[in-house]
């Protein structure tokens, strides 16, 4: 599957979250990745990334694509702004 991930955590957690999302996809820019991973990796690296965050402050937002027309939105802690609005 297809991924965009992207993070906001609290700045002593962004040099590990950084780390960690390197290991598993590519980085983009400042807290933004994207990649090809499998479903098992992707559960592995949303685990590593709930124990070292925040959940009431920190947020991790996933968007997973199986194929080119639909796109899963999946969130982990805060939600900073929803997008449900777009047109």
Do not use: H, P
């Amino acid at each position: 599957m297809y991924v965009i991930l992207v993070y906001d955590v609290g700045e002593k957690r962004v040099g590990k979250m950084l780390k960690l999302c390197r290991r598993y996809l590519n980085w983009i820019q400042n807290s933004v990745f994207e990649g090809e991973i499998s479903e098992v990796k992707l559960k592995e690296l949303t685990i590593l990334a709930k124990r070292m965050m925040n959940l009431e402050k920190d947020s991790l937002i996933i968007f997973s694509s199986r194929t080119e027309k639909f796109l899963d939105k999946q969130i982990i802690g805060k939600e900073r702004s929803s997008v449900n609005n777009f047109l």
